[in-house]
């Protein structure tokens, strides 16, 4: 695992489990739902003048009015609910909906379809656990509901459903529990995913800058110490050379001695990396194709030395940065594809009248055809098994390149193996930003 992904993994695995309803949005709703249940209630037993349950239906909109008000004044309205309590909360919602609907009709009061509404909620906010609890307790209700019921007032309704239309609005309404459910669940977790892994991603990443930044500063206190370092050597030296013997000698050697131990640790602070740029730049701009012999060298490994293979049409080897996205991007798919080559890996970067490109093939297995075309989602990987992968390489790399401006392809090479292709447009390729040319 290279150690930016290591740095996704850590970052990912230090992520708080926070609760992902809101207490205000969810008390919002509630009053709402409490005014909705009490003005409809009011309406029809006395605006209508059918009669039913009243005590027991306004009892049920005032427990739920109570209970909303406990939890405003237990919890900080800015808070947000964890997945336990949410689904408790949720739960009751349920309950309490049933409550109503069996002094009103049961299945044949047409608000019956709110049942639907908290397992919605919860497919999109709760654990899949929590969901699937919720979804049961609906169809539950909704099946206890078309059997025991106080009757809708009327003489259409006073007799009940014919049990076969009873079993129709039952099963129907159990199917768009399950089906909201599902969906509504599929699309929240996928949107989820993708946000908790960019989250994770920007802060590797700003970890990755800030580790660059620190070199740059490394780099200037460097070359910003020597002179005044060089002249406490020289007259530590002189004093050492000109004491008597004794403890003023041997205090002058000894400062002489670890300033010259203070050079030799700025000159490594200092030195520029192979391949670097001119005298004094800690952040050196080199050709493309020597960020790859860089990035390259240090994932050769059991014999396997990526080979790079220029191909410009007119001679165009672009300058470029070593900035942090692009170089661990491109290092990352070189990575992959030394892991997995059986004898050789080709890198291959190219440039033309319009696109800069360039192409990493391995001699490996390929990618597996399941995944091939969900590459560039993450937690995507044919090893998570092995436990040190976590399916985010390439998803990282495509994330950082798009930054970049690139496009990036992945199939299986016509004699086997992996192909990555990753695509700039040359008027958007990195070093144009910086209005370099050849």
């Not at 003048?49 to 309205?77: C, I």
């Not at 602070?269 to 001119?278: C, I, N, Q, S, T």
């Not at 080709?346 to 033309?352: C, E, G, K, Q």
Request: hydrophobic share 50%.
């Amino acid at each position: 695992m290279s150690p930016f992904v290591q740095a996704f993994a850590e970052t990912t695995a230090r992520a708080p489990l926070v609760g992902r309803v809101r207490l205000r949005t969810l008390v919002a709703v509630r009053w709402f739902a409490v005014a909705g249940q009490a003005t409809a209630i009011l309406f029809v037993y006395f605006g209508l003048g059918h009669d039913f349950a009243l005590a027991a239906t306004l009892g049920a909109v005032g427990v739920s009015a109570v209970l909303n008000a406990v939890l405003m004044l237990d919890r900080p309205p800015a808070g947000r609910l964890d997945n336990r309590a949410a689904g408790a909360v949720l739960g009751y919602d349920i309950l309490q909906l049933a409550t109503l609907l069996y002094f009103t009709g049961g299945l044949t009061n047409p608000f019956a379809v709110l049942l639907v509404a908290p397992v919605a909620v919860a497919a999109s906010s709760l654990t899949r656990g929590s969901t699937v609890v919720l979804a049961i307790l609906a169809v539950l209700a909704a099946g206890l509901l078309g059997v025991w019921h106080d009757p809708l007032p009327g003489p259409a309704v006073a007799a009940g459903l014919p049990p076969v239309l009873a079993f129709g609005l039952w099963l129907a309404l159990a199917l768009t529990v399950v089906f909201v459910a599902a969906y509504v669940g599929r699309l929240a977790g996928e949107a989820r995913q993708m946000s908790d892994a960019l989250s994770a991603a920007q802060a590797a990443l700003a970890r990755e800058n800030r580790m660059a930044a620190v070199g740059g500063l490394a780099a200037a206190a460097a070359h910003e110490l020597g002179t005044p370092l060089a002249t406490i050597a020289l007259v530590a030296k002189e004093l050492a050379k000109d004491a008597p013997a004794g403890p003023v000698r041997e205090d002058a050697e000894l400062l002489l001695k670890e300033a010259m131990r203070c050079r030799d640790i700025l000159a490594r602070l200092a030195a520029k990396p192979e391949g670097g740029g001119p005298e004094g730049d800690p952040f050196p701009q080199p050709r493309l194709s020597v960020l790859l012999r860089e990035i390259a060298a240090r994932y050769a490994r059991g014999g396997i030395a990526p080979e790079i293979v220029t191909g410009f049409a007119d001679g165009y080897d672009p300058p470029t940065t070593r900035a942090p996205e692009l170089v661990q991007a491109l290092g990352t798919l070189i990575e992959n594809a030394c892991q997995f080559a059986r004898e050789k890996v080709v890198v291959r970067v190219w440039s033309d009248t319009g696109s800069v490109g360039v192409e990493v093939t391995d001699d490996g297995p390929g990618f597996a055809p399941e995944i091939l075309d969900r590459l560039g989602e993450p937690y995507i990987s044919t090893r998570r098994e092995e436990g040190d992968h976590m399916g985010l390489g390439i998803f990282i790399a495509t994330t950082l390149l798009a930054r970049s401006g690139g496009a990036v392809t992945c199939t299986n090479a016509a004699g086997g193996g992996a192909r990555v292709a990753v695509v700039w447009p040359r008027r958007g390729f990195p070093e144009a930003r910086s209005g370099q040319r050849k």
